[in-house]
C-alpha cells in the first residue's frame, strides 16, 4: 500500500519548524528517524496532511552529562549512538541495558529515543527505560520550553502530551547516586515488538535501596510504573524474600491482554520472572 498524499516540509532551523506548526496544527506530523511513522503511513494508519521533517535542523543529534549528572538526549539522536554510548554504561546502567535491544541494527541507525517516547507505543522500550529512571521530556513552542515527566507524558496508546505547537526537543534523565540497572523483554524474533519487558533504575546507597522504579512494557495500554514494586522496595536490602516480594508487586501491576503472543497469566509470569532476575543479578553484583 501507497501513502495517501501529503505535503512535505523540511525547515531549516526550530524557529520555522515552530511556525509551521502553527500554520498547519493537527494537519501534520513531525518525522525525525521515521522508523514508527513511515511504517504507518504506508499502510493508512497515519495520514497527515504535511510532514515536517526536523532532521535539517541543528544542534539536536547530541547526548551528553550535565554537570549535574544528569542526561540529555537530543531529539534527533539515534538509536546507534546510544548503543555505542561510553556514558550509559557508566551513569545510566538502565539506558544501557535498552540500548542495545531496540527493534534491529537498520532500525538503530535511524531511529530516535525521542521520537520513540512520541511514538507512546505500549510496547516501547526506552518508554520503559524513561518511566524507570524518572525522565522527563522537554517540549518547545513559541511560546517557550516546559518540562513534562514521563509518568504524565504517556496518556494512552499512541496518545502523548505534546500540545498541537510543540515538539520535543530533549529528554532529560536525572542523575542518580550509586544507580544500579538493566532491562530485559522478551521477544518471539529479533527485532520485534517486545510480548512483555521489565526496566530496574535503583539508587543504593550501601546495601540499601534509596530509591527505585520499575516500568512494565507490553502488558498495559501503555507503559506501566510498578509503583507498588518501587515503594517497598525503599529502605530495604536486596534479599531473595525481597525480591520474591518486588517481583509478585511488579507482577501484579501489569495489566496484560491475551493474544497470539501469550496469555495475560503468561505475560504475567513473565514479568515476575523478569524483575526477579534484574534484581537477583544487580543483588549478586553489588
Known sequence: MYPAKFRYEAPTSLAEALEMLSVYGDECKILAGGQSLVPMLKLRFASPGVLIDINNLPGLAYHRR????????????????LERSALLPQHQPTMAGVAPLIADPIVRCRGTLVGSLCHSDPQ??????????????????????????????????????????????????????????????????????????????????????????????????RTLEATGAAEYLKSKSLT?????????LSAEAAQPRGDHRGSSEYKRHIIYTFTNRLLTRLALAA
Open 66 to 81: 550535565d554537570t549535574n549528572g544528569s542526561l540529555r538526549v537530543g531529539a534527533l539522536c539515534r538509536h546507534r549512538d
Open 240 to 248: 531473595q524474600s525481597v525480591i520474591e516480594e518486588a517481583s509478585r
Open 124 to 221: 516501547g522500550d526506552w518508554a520503559a527505560a524513561a518511566v524507570a529512571c524518572g525522565a522527563k521530556v522537554v517540549a518547545t513552542s513559541a511560546r517557550g520550553e516546559r518540562e513534562i515527566p514521563v509518568s504524565e507524558f504517556f496518556t494512552g496508546p499512541f496518545e502523548n502530551a505534546l500540545a498541537l505547537d510543540e515538539i520535543a526537543t530533549e529528554a532529560v534523565f536525572p542523575s542518580a547516586k550509586g544507580m544500579q540497572g538493566g532491562y530485559l523483554k522478551l521477544e518471539r524474533r529479533i527485532g520485534d515488538f517486545a510480548t512483555a519487558g521489565v526496566a530496574v533504575a535503583l539508587e543504593v546507597t550501601g546495601d540499601r535501596v534509596t530509591r527505585a522504579g520499575l516500568a512494565l512494557t507490553g502488558v498495559g495500554p
